[in-house]
């Protein structure tokens, strides 16, 4: 039976969306909603899962099978998933504080294993449903509701961490740039293998204009620059800087004076993740950050690793019989 | 090995022996061997294996003493006995330690090899001048009957032909102990011969040969060197007939974790993260990948109960399993599969504590972490194992309820049992309780929290079903659909039906074990590990024509509904537990009855003696009476034994 292709509605839920008018989690959203349709992927096969905070609503609003769970968690909930059905296409919606936070040690053991899930970190700097504390990935300085003197620890880079713990695709977009947003997010989800992607996400009540420095239409050329495979890096308004590499270091060079062979070209696809990793560290403010995709490289994943031994013993000895499992070995008849 | 021998063989009911060493001389393999052939020339035994929390623990000094206590009898027991009829003793510290349990009269093979100063100073044989002690030889034993052997003489020599280092064949001195015990007893010495040829193969053949020699100098030594006036042999026990097989607890729960897979035909996932004493689970079924059995060693024990949650949602049996600490860690995901309505069995492997407290040691002190320890109204079936055998039961019972209700289930086990053997009649495959799963497919008038008018529980449709798509989560909602909702009185009545149906177990589940007349004057209930000892007593108590008797609870919470009844029937109500009261507060609150408490919290179960003892004195005490468990007053387990005599 052929059914029709699926559409955008497919995946809206009759839950009133209940986050804060004008949130960039609406954008987000949104761009799920576009994708899912897209992947060829029947709606049956998607389960979303989450741990708590803001972000953590999606599974309410994608009509889908979906799992709300507890603070932290969703990786370890979506291994489960995974290792139960790895023919699921499993999606896990988290932010910055769900995800490097309380739930930091799942969301590094999930990447290593390279557990095939697409985890979505809504990256706002800031707690939202617990109302403005600063979260681990807040500036130094920032003062919120429990820094009335501003932040002394320093916050996480999640890129560069993603890069650490070995997760085979790292990606970042932006809530407001649905086009950049929907493109990263497809090809997440054709990577086969745990995709890492954040998402900045402006929290209007909380920290609002988080990224304005970063986004905003007139400078975000100047801030932002696009990582795109096998091109040279470069950026500005008028597409007049590059970036070279001097040694270990990125520089920001103009192109004026530099020629193209001198610039960094663009591999997504190397085996290291030492080049997205030194990118990824350019400083914010003096330096524009990578959006689009850091790494995407292949690995076998956990999930079918774990699928191909069962499968592997169940070739060798058979399936298992549970008298055999009882009765053979040092046993003993009585009368 | 045919027994020609000269000796005179008597013929004794039973035989209570302990193997004490340093903990790098192999005490507990010595120990399992001993048991396996015991096991397999038809004794009934019990076994109580005690060993050093530390891996290795500095050689020589009284931490790092490992034992292993077996009981093998000819007739049926329940308990690995109160104090040993014979100790080996392979160093100072091993006898130091192990000598206040003896009792006068008994036997105590003594490795005098290790009887030198280093190694007496090492146990602490020293006064207070400085000079060394040394038992041997300052009639400090004089009561005992003490056979002094060089174990390490004999090994040396047994394995010469095999070119062995002086340290490596040092090593060979547990199986010449082995020997001696294998002849003292009459055992044969294949089965440890087999053994020792499949655990040494290949290019380490070499020390199996070795092994297999020291037993035999060990074996031949005590024939000949008429080291014992007597050999005895414990004849085979009337045990029902059956085939049979030696278990810890630990492997019951692992064979069951392959049983319930292959009888519901729904695949187990078994999320855990390494703890003593429960690790030995997952070392097991991580073999049984051709039985249906998926096992992941999660990063931590929050990790490990989420993915067993997570793969209960996408329609396997989803297990966890840990000690008390983790179980700790637990709580909050527990409380998950709680609001989420989904089936999860919570393997708890109980341990002294709290904190990290006594890891290789048993208690029952997780009852009310288990019954109540969590967040708010959480609500859940607690099911307790009772013998290691028993644990291949109470498992299958723990998926049954947990699938049937849609439910987590608690099963505890404790460190006796999960190490502790018994021989274990095998069941009938055919006759296992059946698990009947039924996923929903039907998408006419579905909804997520549609339920089971009879039991209550929720449909369970796992992802990947066409037309059934739905969230769950942690937050309220509303019945049967499942919509989040935050209403007073939504919640109120979600929080009662959550109970209720919890409640309905009461009427589903294993009946308790009763023994002795059915009203009287005294009824001493127990729940898990101390059903031998409890049995013992009071068989002893009957012996001693006392009308008491003996209720067991196998389902733990809610209580059996039959509870309320049984406890009206009789005056007083003796509670004993390795904790410090926690049934007692249960029963006691639950059913507003008087009821004396008897707690015990040393790591170590109950002896039929003390227990014996208490039960003598509870019938002098006013009946409908209470005792508080702080005021438990307990003796040496060597003098009750002394004093109360037989087992
Ligand atoms: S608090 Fe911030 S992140 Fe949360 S919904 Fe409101 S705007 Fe969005």
């Not at chain 2, 000094?61 to 690995?80: C, E």
């Not at chain 2, 097989?245 to 897979?261: E, F, K, P």
């Not at chain 2, 549609?450 to 942690?474: F, M, Q, S």
């Not at chain 2, 307990?634 to 005599?645: F, H, K, M, N, Y």
């Amino acid at each position: 039976m052929i059914s029709p292709p699926l559409t955008k509605n497919d995946f809206k839920t009759d839950q009133e969306v209940r986050w804060c008018p004008g949130c960039g989690d609406y954008a987000i959203l949104n761009a799920v909603q576009t994708v899912f349709p897209m992947l060829g992927i029947p709606k049956e096969k998607f389960v979303v899962v989450s741990g708590i905070g803001c972000s953590s609503r999606l599974p309410y609003y994608v009509n889908t099978y979906g799992f709300h769970s507890i603070h932290g968690r969703a990786p370890a909930i979506a291994t489960g998933i995974k290792i139960a059905n790895p023919e699921l296409s499993v999606w896990i919606g988290t932010g910055d504080g769900d995800s490097l936070s309380i739930g930091g040690n799942h969301l590094i053991h999930a990447m290593r294993r390279n557990l095939d899930v697409k985890l979505l970190m809504f990256n706002n700097r800031i707690y939202g449903l617990t109302k403005g504390q600063f979260s681990p990935t807040s500036e130094v300085g920032k003062v919120t509701k429990s820094t009335p003197y501003g932040v002394v620890d320093q916050p996480f880079n999640p890129i560069a961490l993603a890069l650490g713990a070995g997760a085979t695709f790292v990606a970042r977009s932006v809530d407001i740039m649905s086009k950049h947003l929907i493109e990263v997010l497809q090809r997440a989800a054709n990577h086969k293998g745990f995709a890492f992607v954040e998402i900045y996400q402006n929290c209007n009540i909380f920290n609002d204009g988080a990224f304005d420095h970063l986004v905003d239409a007139g400078i975000r050329d100047e801030h932002l620059i696009a990582l795109e495979h096998g091109k040279p890096l470069k950026f500005g308004k008028a597409k007049d800087k590059g970036i070279k590499l001097n040694g270990f270091k990125p520089e920001v060079v103009p192109l004026a004076s530099t020629p193209d062979s001198e610039l960094l070209v663009w591999d997504e696809h190397d085996p290291s993740s030492a080049l997205p990793f030194f990118v990824s560290a350019m400083p914010e403010g003096t330096m524009p950050q990578g959006i689009g995709v850091f790494r995407d490289v292949d690995r076998p994943t956990f999930d079918g690793e774990m699928a191909a031994q069962h499968a592997n013993v169940m070739k060798k000895y058979g399936a298992g019989s549970l008298e055999k499992l009882l009765y053979e070995g040092d046993t003993w008849k009585v009368g | 090995m045919t027994n020609e021998t000269t000796h005179k063989v008597r013929s004794i009911e039973q035989v209570v022996i302990r193997l004490a060493g340093d903990s790098g001389d192999g005490m507990q393999i010595t120990g399992n061997e001993f048991t396996k052939t015991s096991a397999i020339v038809g004794n009934d035994l019990a076994t109580l294996p005690d060993f050093p929390a530390e891996i290795r623990a500095p050689a020589g000094t009284l931490p790092g003493v490992s034992g292993f206590q077996i009981r093998f009898a000819s007739k049926d027991i329940h308990t690995p006995g109160d104090d040993p009829d014979i100790l080996v003793a392979m160093n100072p510290a091993a006898l130091k330690v192990n000598l206040p349990d003896m009792r006068p009269g008994k036997t105590i093979i003594i490795n005098t090899a290790m009887f030198v100063e280093k190694e007496l100073r090492k146990a602490l044989y020293v006064k207070d001048d400085g000079t060394i002690i040394n038992p041997l030889n300052d009639h400090s034993l004089s009561n005992y009957h003490v056979i002094p052997v060089d174990l390490n003489k004999l090994a040396l020599e047994g394995t010469k032909e095999f070119g062995l280092s002086p340290k490596e064949s040092l090593r060979c001195k547990n199986f010449v102990a082995l020997g001696m015990m294998y002849w003292l007893y009459s055992r044969p010495l294949e089965p440890t011969i087999a053994w020792l040829r499949d655990y040494f193969k290949g290019d380490k053949v070499n020390f199996a040969n070795a092994n297999i020699a020291a037993m035999k100098t060990g074996y031949n030594y005590a024939e000949t060197a008429e080291l014992f006036v007597e050999q005895y042999k414990i004849p085979a026990a009337h045990l029902p007939a059956g085939t049979y097989r030696n278990v810890m607890g630990n492997q019951a729960v692992a064979l069951a974790i392959a049983a319930a897979a292959k009888i519901s035909g729904v695949p187990v996932f078994y999320g855990s993260y390494p703890i003593t004493p429960a690790s030995d689970i997952l070392h097991q079924i991580s073999k049984y990948k051709n039985y249906g059995v998926y096992t992941f060693q999660a990063e931590d024990e929050i990790a490990a109960i989420c993915s067993a949650i997570g793969a209960s949602f996408a329609g396997m049996i989803g297990v966890t399993g840990s000690s008390g600490p983790g179980i700790a860690l637990k709580g909050e995901a527990m409380g998950l599969a709680v609001m989420t309505e989904l089936p999860l069995v919570i393997i708890d492997v109980q341990r002294g504590g709290p904190s990290t407290g006594l890891p290789t040691k048993t208690e029952q002190a997780d009852l009310l972490q288990a019954v109540l320890g969590r967040n708010s109204e959480a609500p859940m079936p607690v099911v307790a194992a009772s013998s290691p055998a028993d644990c291949f039961d109470r498992f299958l019972e723990a998926v049954r309820i947990a699938t049937k209700y849609m439910t987590p289930v608690v099963f505890l086990s404790d460190g006796y049992l999960a190490n502790g053997s018994e021989p274990w009649r095998l069941p009938d495959i055919d006759k296992l309780p059946k698990i009947d799963i039924n996923f929903r497919t039907e998408r006419d008038g579905f909804q997520p929290y549609l339920r089971d008018p009879g039991t209550l529980a929720r449909v369970w449709a796992k992802p990947g079903t066409p037309g059934l798509e739905h969230r769950i989560g942690g937050i309220e909602k509303r019945d049967g659909v499942g919509s989040i909702n935050y209403d007073a009185e939504n919640h109120d009545s979600m929080v009662r039906l959550r109970w209720r149906k919890i409640y309905k177990v009461a009427d589903d589940c294993a009946a308790p074990l009763m023994a002795g007349p059915e009203r009287g004057p005294l009824l001493v209930l127990g729940w898990g590990s101390t059903l031998g000892s409890i049995t013992s007593a009071v068989e002893m108590a009957h012996a001693h024509k006392m009308p008491i008797a003996r209720c067991h609870l196998q389902q733990v919470w809610p209580f059996p509904s039959s509870l309320g009844a049984i406890l009206s029937r009789y005056d007083r109500i003796l509670i004993p537990e390795m904790n410090l009261g926690q049934m007692w507060r249960l029963v006691r609150s639950e059913y507003a009855v008087q009821a004396y408490s008897f707690a015990k919290v040393q790591g170590r179960p109950f002896t039929t003696g003390e227990l014996f003892r208490k039960i003598q004195q509870t019938l002098e005490l006013p009946a409908h009476g209470s005792s508080h468990p702080l005021d438990t007053k307990l003796e040496r387990a060597s003098e009750v034994a002394a004093d109360v005599s037989g087992g």
